[in-house]
């Protein structure tokens, strides 16, 4: 999808308007509880290897990576081999002093997501929290407590896409404990809602039943026996991507305007049509559970599994008119088996053909060629933790192939890594 694209928002969309979250005192103590569920900075331990260790220029595709990383609110444009040309950073503290928001969450300090606007902007994400947008000297433009969780994409017209969340009573599943309903929504550039889609109310209506019922069996089966802090995290909405021809031309019913998102507890690719707030598409085979599918050049779909094998991960890539898999990487084609992120996680098709992986637990991110050799890879040198023991997860890292950053002042001298 080119990042010049403008694509103009379809006329239908309403502002959906949550239910208030009624209740009892312990309903709402529940519902601040799910609300603030996030992500620890790290999980894995300390590997002996650090910063780039693979790096075939010869065969890795060309440009800057941008990534995020657990220890802390910043990212990094870096270059290939691993010196930062650029930071962002900006604090959690006092961002929103008023919005009833925790004011030091253990696990929602650090950015989930960011993306880059050709002017050297960053728009990041706080998980479940909200969302500020910084200049390219961290200058803050605005924040905004909308509770943005785990992905966004920056439209054609500087509008952003993304995904927001509340908590609240939904008598379908339980009248003690809450959900958390999932909303597509819109945000104007300065940070406004202009419109937003229930995921959830999509799932229920009677288009595709058999979303309603998995829905429905993944809070009776699995989801009662989770802490209140998951417990009503039903679909963990995790990927948004705004749909052009390329799906569109591939399967009946979609059309440009529509939205790709992904939901991991059902293990389910989907999508919606904004107008409606209607499923009009699902993925046939279910990848559960999943991060970040996204489509192709081709119209193929490209995504993660984070348990492909107990303790294994995999990159497929799916044909979404047959649903068939017509390429995959997997832990055994690791070298040593060794690929896995049971959270998070993130995979891009590159311009030369070769796929990047960001493994997120692993606080590690490579790249590697259509027959599966490994050409460039980058450890996280960042740490997590109260005695810094664990790596630091990355949670995106992305790579600018055409990297027109003319805001970008200088370049710092060879060998300055990304510490």
């Known amino acids: 999808m080119s990042p010049d694209d403008t694509r103009p928002m379809e006329g239908g969309w309403n502002l959906a308007k949550t239910p208030a979250s009624a209740g009892t005192a312990e309903n709402r103590e529940a519902m601040a509880e799910l609300e ?32 995020v990383s657990g220890h802390d609110s910043v990212a990094y444009l870096m270059d290939m081999a691993g010196n930062v040309l ?104 300065d940070g406004e809602e202009l419109a937003r889609v229930s995921v959830l109310e999509a799932l229920l209506k009677d288009g595709f039943p058999f979303l309603r019922e998995e829905t429905l069996e993944y809070f009776r089966s699995t989801a009662r026996n989770l802490p209140i802090q998951e417990r009503g995290d039903i679909l963990h909405t995790n990927t948004v991507e705004w749909v052009d021809s390329r799906l569109a031309g591939r399967v009946p019913g979609v059309r440009p305007g529509n939205v790709l998102v992904a939901c991991l507890k059902i293990g389910r690719t989907l999508v919606l049509d904004l107008e409606t707030g209607s499923v009009v598409w699902v993925l046939a085979p279910r990848f559960q559970p999943l991060h970040h599918p996204t489509v192709l050049d081709n119209g193929n779909i490209l995504l993660l599994q984070n348990t492909w094998r107990p303790g294994k991960s995999a990159v497929f890539e799916v044909d979404p008119g047959t649903g068939e898999t017509v390429w995959s990487f997997t832990a055994d084609d690791a070298p040593g088996g060794d690929f896995y ?59 600018l192939e055409s990297p027109g950053v003319p805001w970008l002042e200088k370049t710092p001298p060879p060998g300055v890594s990304a510490r």
């Open 36 to 67: 603030s569920i996030g992500y620890l900075g790290g999980v894995n331990p300390v590997p002996n290897e650090s910063g780039v260790t693979v790096n075939d220029p010869g065969r890795a595709g060309p440009g800057l990576n941008l990534f």
């Open 86 to 189: 650029h930071t962002w950073s900006h604090p959690y503290a006092g961002l929103w002093p008023d919005a009833n928001l925790p004011k030091d969450p253990a696990r929602a300090f650090m950015w989930r997501r960011v993306a880059l606007l050709p002017n050297g902007d960053l728009v990041a994400i706080h998980e479940g929290l909200g969302m500020l947008r910084l200049d390219k000297d961290s200058r803050l433009l605005w924040a905004r407590p909308n509770r943005a969780h785990h992905d966004l994409e920056i439209l054609g017209d500087g509008r952003v896409l993304t995904l927001t969340r509340k908590a609240r009573m939904h008598p379908l599943f339980s009248d003690k404990d809450p959900i958390l309903e999932d909303f597509v929504s819109l945000i104007s550039p």
């Open 341 to 399: 992120t049971e959270f998070c996680g993130a995979c891009y098709r590159l311009s030369n053909g070769n796929t990047l992986v960001a493994e997120s637990n692993a606080g590690r991110a490579f790249e590697i060629t259509p027959d599966k050799q490994v050409v460039w890879s980058f450890s996280n040198p960042h740490r997590a933790g109260d005695a810094r023991q664990f790596i630091a997860t990355i949670f995106d890292l992305m790579r």
